[in-house]
């Protein structure tokens, strides 16, 4: 399988693409296998860029340990450098339908070459303000968003690596989570500026998270904490998020970066 390793703010996935080879018998268990460090190529999962009738092409994302996720901010980004810069489909604008519908993306281009993209994240939900939930003994609020999938934020609990690996897993299995859930850990530095650390659902720590910066905005928002444009500082790196009055959509503007192509026997 010919595949080339891109990320997000160093949320990183294998790309493939199934325009010009055939789909992987088993995604799921190759997402298992090629996401681990050492015996794999090292990633935070498998993403399979498909024709799609109705748009420029269909994103699939396999988390590290091989459930399917609806939608990934950052891997949506690189899938539209993918397109771009590999000639199948050579425009600015494209369309890409997710499993949580379909999104736009508008590409920065460079030297004949996509760095970034600002992407349209569609409508938040809320599901839940400061909901309080019993974890580890302990009771702590969450501001609970959808973007296409779930996210639990949280702005009371600092992100020390020891609450981080105790509380992010908990509360990503918790029973009021039916699906599982992100977890974002959140720091309000200013009201256009926020700090989070993302326990990622099916891949424990990332980097960054997409959706999950744009959840985290919306739920500062809700919770009278930050305006609606403001800086998400994540470990990888910075995106812009915006939730505008206008048409209540979520816009996240960041880069993408390829950084090796290969083959994988499959």
């Known amino acids: 399988m010919r595949f080339v390793k891109m990320h997000g703010l160093s949320n ?7 325009f010009t080879q ?6 799921a268990a190759l997402s298992i296998e090629i996401s681990r460090q050492h015996v794999g190529i090292g990633a935070d999962g498998l993403i ?46 494209m369309d890409v339908m997710t499993g949580a519908g ?8 460079e030297n004949g070459k996509a760095v970034a993209a600002r992407a349209d994240m569609g409508e938040p939900r809320i599901i839940a303000s400061r909901k309080e939930l019993e974890i580890c003994g302990r009771t702590i609020h969450f501001t609970c968003v959808s973007m296409g999938n779930p996210h639990a934020i949280t702005f009371e609990e600092e992100a020390g690596d020891g609450s981080f690996y105790v509380l992010g897993p ?3 299995n918790h029973e009021f989570f039916p699906e599982r859930t992100n977890v974002e850990f959140t720091r309000v530095e200013a009201r256009d500026k926020l700090h989070v650390r993302v326990w990622e659902r099916g891949s424990s720590e990332t980097m960054a998270c997409g959706s999950g910066a744009c959840a985290t905005l919306v739920a500062a928002v809700v919770e009278g904490l930050a305006d609606r444009t403001a800086q998400v500082v994540l470990p990888g790196g910075a995106l812009t998020i915006e939730w505008s009055e206008e048409d209540n959509h979520v816009y996240m503007t960041g880069p993408a970066e390829a950084v090796f192509s290969g083959e994988y026997p499959v």
Do not use: W
């Open 12 to 18: 990183d996935y294998v790309f493939a693409d199934t």
């Open 22 to 27: 055939p789909c992987p018998e088993d995604p």
């Open 48 to 93: 399979l860029i498909e024709p799609c009738e109705g748009a420029d092409a269909r994103m699939r994302i396999f988390n590290a340990d091989g459930s399917e996720a609806q939608i990934c901010g950052n891997g949506l980004r690189c899938v539209g450098k993918y397109l771009h810069d590999s000639g199948l489909v050579r425009k600015e604008e």
């Open 102 to 109: 379909l999104k736009h993306l508008t590409m920065t281009i």
């Open 170 to 172: 908990a509360v990503e």
